[in-house]
């Protein structure tokens, strides 16, 4: 019942774009994404509650397609404080359970 | 400050010996959580409650219990920890169906079951 995220890990430079995905195979209410760092817990970035919707935090945005259930969230000109680790958590209609991709492991080297 | 809060952060126990980890908000939230976090596998949820007295099982349920008899609460509960339990716990709250269900974990416990 997890969401599969993809890729599992990219490396960037500073400066560049990356895209992580996000998919279910359940009928979904609402998108949320967090970025844990290393020892951390996880910090919330963005919560995505209707089809079609973009949202953006600094120069991370991410869209939410809900006939298809998937999410992508959009690194922009990273910077090296975007290093972490990216889960996307998908909520079902019907319940609140929330639950969380296996991650997407994301370094930007400088 | 609003926090989730955990006891311990770390814990190292022996095979069969119960144990609790406890987990308390303080920002009066319905919605309690508790996951499992181990390499490559993502964080996975274990148990979660919509609301006092009311629990239900995650995807990981086995070997653990829960209870919910405070909004504020919500303890972890390892009868009879095995070594397969050793893993990064998460415990997390948040509203339900607000405009918001942002939810805010707590700084996790790293048990080691020997």
């Known amino acids: 019942q997890q969401p599969v995220q993809s890729p599992q890990a990219v490396i960037l430079r500073e400066g560049e774009d990356a895209v992580i995905n996000c998919s279910s195979s359940?009928?979904?209410?609402?998108v949320h994404w967090y970025r844990q760092k290393h020892g951390e817990a996880p910090v919330f970035l963005m919560i995505?509650?209707?089809?079609?919707e973009q949202k953006g935090h600094e120069k991370i945005s991410a869209s939410f397609n809900e006939k298809k259930q998937q999410s992508s969230l959009y690194l922009t000109a990273s910077q090296l404080s975007y290093s972490g680790t990216y889960f996307c958590?998908?909520?079902?209609?019907?319940?609140?359970?929330?639950?969380f991709g296996a991650g997407t492991t994301v370094t930007v080297r400088a | 400050e609003a926090q989730v809060t955990q006891n311990p952060r770390y814990l190292i126990t022996v095979t069969g010996k119960k144990l609790t980890v406890t987990c308390s908000q303080n920002?009066?939230?319905?919605?309690m959580s508790w996951y499992r976090q181990d390499p490559g596998l993502g964080l996975r949820q274990i148990y979660y409650?919509?609301?006092?007295?009311?629990?239900d099982k995650g995807d990981v349920p086995e070997g653990y219990k829960v209870s919910r008899k405070e909004k504020r609460n919500f303890p972890l509960i390892l009868e009879s920890p095995s070594p397969n339990q050793t893993s990064l716990y998460f415990c997390?709250?948040?509203?339900?169906?607000?405009?918001?269900?942002?939810?805010?974990f707590g700084q996790g416990t790293r048990l080691t079951v020997v």
């Open positions: 409650s919509m609301n006092v007295e009311v629990t």
């Open positions: 958590g998908t909520e079902r209609p019907y319940d609140y359970k929330l639950s």
């Open positions: 920002m009066n939230h319905e919605y």
């Open positions: 997390a709250s948040s509203k339900i169906r607000a405009e918001s269900t942002e939810a805010f």
């Open positions: 359940k009928a979904l209410y609402s």
């Open positions: 995505l509650l209707k089809g079609g």
